[in-house]
């Protein structure tokens, strides 16, 4: 048994160096060592490697003193969890940025410069992903057979800005070579020699491994996005979009001075943010997860979303509201029932005036058996009635009688007319000349309550839309079958301030729109937000193309200006600018100070009451007409 396996070893052995050579495959295993010892050594190491090539990567695993992690490429494993946490983790010396900021180095060994590139899309797809969020990425590629080197740049998926750093080797002119990579201005390999008795590499650290994205020599980074209150602003110079003063742009100046690099300003052919729709994504997100493009800013970090691209650290998180008009003045002409709140104060005043009428008739009754008059003099029980109405509202107390109890009786039911029309009347003048407003909703319960209120939303295809149309929440179910949808955020905020509406979005993005055109002369608001948010807030950051290997440097800037609380000033900055212009913009005022003076809007229940007055008197006139027609 023992020499079946003997030979079998050696034969395989004889199958892979036939088409590597021993020789070469000593000096590939020297060469790449040397990189490992001296260019990875603050790095954990992981091997991708064809099957062929596992004798070369046990060559390589014995002649370095830092343990391999070894996967064959279009096995299983790659897809499954792995071991790299194991052992102490080692920081990349380069930026201390985050506590989970550390170097994974990704040895890869293959035939040819196609397999190169199906590598290192493992790396940027399942590796960096799945295994080693928060990684810095750099690769040590050994290529078997190149006709060219351009033939790496046209086959290799990562040769651009996309690219981390990476190291290749193969053999050109029938001499083992090793390339830098270097993607800016124009990707390129460039010759870095070694001493090919020692393969030493004179300064093999800073030569191999550079800090690439501290100076990305003037690259362009392509971001599309659409307008966002004070975190994105656009504006076209010249017929060109360009970013105006907003928090995304100062984190662009900034980044641009620091790493040498400038963003230009596009938006998304479908004008959407991104969602998944009918397989794929949509809008600018989408853009970014094909590598269409090189970022999009603002956007909401979720689960899902983080699948497909990286975000750079959030710098600020924002929750969901609803906008709506300032609470509206209530219909003037039912201020003459206002004074009392609600139909059973009414019902108990109408039945004491019926008590006090019917009580004065029956008294009066008693009484004028013992004096002179007699009760129908007084009009009956319908005098009484009427008499008691003239009491309830104070014009009539006064009473001639020798009845010590009727006369108590009056004095009683005088003082409690005197109290209610007091009060109804004091009442009455505070709705008439400060009219009553409407009740608004301050949370989705209410709103949903509210009598004809309807409520929507912009649909970019945001996280807004995504929430309400995917969630298993009742609240925001029924909220998502009975939205409505804008064409623009401002149209949304108008139907808003028209009332009887409710805007539903980002509270910090409203509070720019309401502050740049739905305020008066003196800053109020002419809209309001309502005092419950919903959906805990929400991070927002960055998103990256998955694999974008100057995350790092990105999330350095944004670490460094957040512990500042710079973002924040910026913010307030902005805000502020936009209640300037909206001062400046307000065409009319909401409140001109001064004493309030009654006008015919005022006055409305007034006539209201004579006019319905007069109606029902000539209803009663005709129907007394009508009666004594008939008797005749």
Known sequence: DMFKLTFLYFGYLNIITSCLGVEESDNVAELLSNIVRNALDDCHILTLHSKDFEPLQSNLAGKIDVPLISVSLGSDAVYQENQIYSGSTRRYSGDPVEDDYWCLAVIVLVHDAMEAADALDVTRNTIRKNWAPGSYLKHLVYIHQVQDKDDILLNTELNTQYQSNTVYVFNEEEQLKVFRFQPFPQPELVLKPYNTRTYKIKDIKSSLYPEL??????QRLDVFVLEWSTYIRLRETGGMLEFGDCVSRRFQLTMEEQLNCRFTANKPPDGQWGAFVNGS???????VARGEADLTLDMSITSTRNKIV??????????????????????QWQSVIRPFPGILIWVLIVVTILTIGVMLYLMRYIVS?????????????????????????????????SSTTLYTFFVLACTYGFFITNMYKSSLVAHLTQPSLSAVPNSLEELLRADDFSWGIVNYGAADYDLFASSDLKIYKEIFAEMEYCESSLSCMERAADGRFA??????????IIAKHFVDTNGKKLVVQARDVFNSPASEGWALKPGAPYIHQFNNIFYRLMQAGIPDKWQKELLSESVNEGRKNAKTTLDEGGINKLTLYHLQPAFVIGVGGMILSSITLVAELLYGFNST
């Not at 994504?281 to 853009?287: D, E, I, R, Y």
């Not at 319908?382 to 003239?390: I, K, T, V």
Request: glycine share 8%; aromatic share 16%; proline share 4%.
């Open 310 to 331: 990286d975000f750079a650290n959030a710098y600020r998180s924002d929750s969901f509201t609803f906008a709506l008009s300032r609470p509206l003045p209530l219909p």
């Open 503 to 512: 805007y539903i979005s980002w509270m910090v993005y409203q509070q720019d």
């Open 369 to 401: 058996k013992r004096e002179e008059y007699s009760h129908k003099r007084n009009g009956g029980l319908g005098f009484s009635l009427f008499q008691a109405f003239r009491l309830v509202i104070g014009i009539d107390c006064k009473m001639r009688t």
């Open 281 to 287: 994504w949509t809008g600018s997100l989408g853009m």
């Open 213 to 218: 994205f501290r100076d990305m020599k003037g």
